[in-house]
């Protein structure tokens, strides 16, 4: 049989993510991002995005399927994000998926955007190695997984207890007088900074926490110490060094999250630490991981930036890997699901 072609459909925050693979390779990844409509918020708004969802979904899906070089009726499977993520935005990419297998008479499989964007790594570095620990940080999640089977084992081991990382560093950036979303610029300005410069707190790592908090993660405290360094500075009438404050705290970041996820590792006995989600493009995060990993003999796959963040291809990925081990489909009447929980791999 030749390799499924699948067509994935992302849109559970603000990105209109249409994916086209045939089994593990990437004929078109198009995205239509909404971002600087939320900029002047400094957050994404779920209206604003489920309406920009509306207005992309069909030229998104003509342009990804004119870059594949396919017609809508050669596909084989449609995939969706189900959930978790922003309700409105979720119907709308679940509605079209539906729409769209309905019309052409095809199978719909609405998957799970975690474990997505853990399968996504397939389309750069071939087969998932199962098991593998998975760590997604994004502006939406943080979270360390188990991966015995990617398409329907899934473990949760940890996740933040407050902020996502990527939101930390949006706070963050926000109090450093940086653009949204701050990520980028966080990771830009920490280039010409010192990272020893201030020792900022490191949540959750104590081995008091260890007890109930092992692969949880928290990032409040570490935003509130930076607004308060920054409030102080000011105060005593000093220039903040921004450089300075952006690297201390992208290396506490870094150095938590990368503890942990090795952590999870070691102890689950798991060769393969895999790094997903927007923040997986924060170039101190790689260094730190690749070091740390190469340390412990443990193999690391980063997808590439363009990957990492939300898209349709991770979808369509994890829609392949799903026809191909020949798992059920969802129903037609499955629903969005702003909260599902990364145990549920596919809508029943
Ligand atoms: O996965 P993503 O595109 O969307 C979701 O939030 O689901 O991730 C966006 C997040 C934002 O918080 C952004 O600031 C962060 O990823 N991000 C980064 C970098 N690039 C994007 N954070 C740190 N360093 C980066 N280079
Ligand atoms: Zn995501």
């Known amino acids: 049989?030749?390799?499924?072609?699948?067509?994935?459909?992302?849109?559970?925050?603000?990105?209109?993510?249409?994916?086209?693979?045939?089994?593990?390779?990437?004929?078109?990844?198009?995205?239509?991002?909404?971002?600087?409509?939320?900029?002047?918020?400094?957050?994404?708004?779920?209206?604003?995005?489920?309406?920009?969802?509306?207005?992309?979904?069909?030229?998104?899906?003509e342009?990804?399927?004119?870059?594949?070089?396919?017609?809508?009726?050669?596909?084989?499977?449609?995939a969706v994000t189900a959930g978790p993520g922003l309700a409105g935005a979720l119907l709308v990419?679940?509605?079209?998926?539906?729409?769209?297998?309905?019309?052409?008479?095809?199978?719909?499989?609405?998957?799970?955007?975690?474990?997505?964007?853990?399968?996504?790594?397939?389309?750069?570095?071939?087969?998932?190695?199962e098991p593998s620990v998975a760590m997604l940080v994004s502006g939406g999640h943080s979270s360390l997984l188990l991966v015995p089977d990617i398409t329907r084992d899934v473990v949760a081991l940890g996740q933040t207890i407050d902020d996502a990382a990527g939101e930390a560093f949006d706070k963050v950036a926000r109090v450093l007088g940086l653009p949204f979303p701050g990520g980028p610029y966080i990771d830009a300005a920490a280039?010409?900074?010192?990272?020893?410069?201030?020792?900022?707190?490191?949540?959750?790592?104590?081995?008091?926490?260890?007890?109930?908090?092992?692969?949880?993660?928290?990032?409040?405290?570490?935003?509130?110490?930076?607004?308060?360094?920054?409030?102080?500075?000011?105060r005593a009438g000093n220039a903040v060094m921004v450089n300075d404050v952006a690297a201390s705290f992208q290396e506490a970041v870094?150095?938590?999250?990368?503890?942990?996820?090795?952590?999870?590792c070691l102890s689950n006995d798991v060769g393969t630490l895999v790094i997903g989600g927007g923040v997986a493009a924060n170039s101190r995060l790689r260094v730190v991981a690749q070091q740390r990993c190469d340390e412990h003999g443990i193999s690391l796959r980063i997808p590439r930036p363009g990957l990492c963040t939300d898209n349709g291809a991770m979808v369509a990925a994890l829609g392949s890997e799903l026809v191909r081990r020949g798992r059920d489909e969802s129903q037609l009447s499955f629903s969005a699901d702003s909260s599902m929980l990364v145990t549920q791999v596919v809508a029943p």
């Open 254 to 264: 870094v150095d938590v999250l990368t503890r942990k996820a090795i952590d999870a």
């Open 63 to 78: 342009r990804a399927c004119s870059t594949a070089g396919v017609k809508l009726d050669d596909v084989d499977a449609i």
């Open 93 to 129: 990419g679940v509605a079209s998926a539906k729409a769209l297998a309905l019309a052409l008479g095809k199978p719909i499989y609405g998957v799970n955007h975690l474990a997505a964007h853990v399968c996504v790594d397939q389309l750069e570095h071939g087969q998932l190695i």
């Open 191 to 234: 280039r010409d900074g010192n990272p020893q410069a201030i020792d900022f707190p490191r949540g959750l790592s104590n081995p008091k926490d260890f007890a109930n908090h092992r692969f949880d993660v928290s990032f409040s405290g570490l935003k509130t110490a930076v607004a308060r360094w920054v409030e102080r500075e000011q």
């Open 1 to 61: 049989m030749t390799e499924p072609l699948v067509l994935g459909i992302e849109t559970s925050c603000d990105e209109t993510g249409i994916g086209i693979v045939r089994g593990n390779t990437l004929l078109a990844d198009e995205v239509a991002s909404s971002v600087d409509q939320h900029a002047r918020f400094g957050g994404v708004v779920p209206e604003v995005a489920s309406r920009a969802h509306l207005e992309a979904m069909v030229p998104t899906i």
